[in-house]
T-cell receptor, first 112, second 114 residues
Framework: GQQLNQSPQSMFIQEGEDVSMNCTSS?????WLWYKQDPGEGPVLLIA?????ELTSNGRLTAQFGITRKDSFLNISASIPSDVGIYFC????????????FGQGTTLQVKP | NAGVMQNPRHLVRRRGQEARLRCSPM?????VYWYRQLPEEGLKFMVY????????ESGMPKERFSAEFPKEGPSILRIQQVVRGDSAAYFC????????????FGNGTRLTVT
């Protein structure tokens, strides 16, 4: 089946630094979405991307849908302690079945 | 403006017992998805349901697991004769329509099998 490879697996940064993480696949995805999960809670949608090449921002977060439709990145600018959590990329693959396929996650830790 | 509601939040079962996990989708959403998450891992798709229909169950084990989304009431994920390997967080998500709609997740049920 289709898979998403997310990197890096974990990051430990200083407050105020910018962060970048990405997701790649060997097959085409119709959408790319980025979620954040805090401990003990469910994933929360951050950004949804629907078109190849689309660049979308949500506050300090920016994400892009790669033009090949096989990759996406998420940038966080000027990180703050509450950015700590696990970030997941996800996408709708071929077949338009509605189900989302998830990457393995990037664990972000921010040092005040 | 209630989101996706799951209960219970925590469930402890002994090996061989049954586990029932409930999910009420967001208001106006008729599509429900169940995912499973092991510690330190991503979310693995299990099953996708619309009202009274299973659309895709390709991620659900063939034995002991079943899911339903009746015309009235919440969606239920049922695990019979639980084993220790079933211990995980089970998340429900809902969407407004099929296709490429974003999924909105509940806070999960954490199942522990002793």
């Amino acid at each position: 089946g289709q898979q998403l490879n997310q990197s890096p697996q974990s990051m430990f940064i200083q407050e105020g630094e910018d962060v970048s993480m990405n997701c790649t696949s060997s097959s085409i995805f119709n959408t790319w979405l980025w979620y954040k999960q805090d401990p003990g809670e469910g994933p929360v949608l951050l950004i949804a991307l629907y078109k190849a090449g689309e660049l979308t921002s949500n506050g300090r977060l920016t994400a892009q849908f790669g033009i090949t439709r096989k990759d996406s990145f998420l940038n966080i600018s000027a990180s703050i302690p509450s950015d700590v959590g696990i970030y997941f990329c996800a996408g709708h693959g071929s077949g338009n079945t509605g189900k989302l396929i998830f990457g393995q996650g990037t664990t972000l830790q921010v040092k005040p | 403006n209630a989101g996706v509601m799951q209960n219970p939040r925590h469930l402890v079962r002994r090996r061989g017992q049954e586990a029932r996990l409930r999910c009420s989708p967001m208001k106006g959403h008729s599509h429900v998805y169940w995912y499973r998450q092991l510690p330190e891992e991503g979310l693995k798709f299990m099953v996708y349901l619309q009202k009274e229909n299973i659309i895709d169950e390709s991620g659900m084990p063939k034995e002991r697991f079943s899911a339903e989304f009746p015309k009235e009431g919440p969606s239920i994920l049922r695990i019979q004769q639980v084993v220790r390997g079933d211990s995980a967080a089970y998340f429900c998500a809902s969407s407004q329509s099929e296709g490429n709609s974003p999924l909105h997740f509940g806070n999960g049920t954490r199942l522990t099998v002793t």
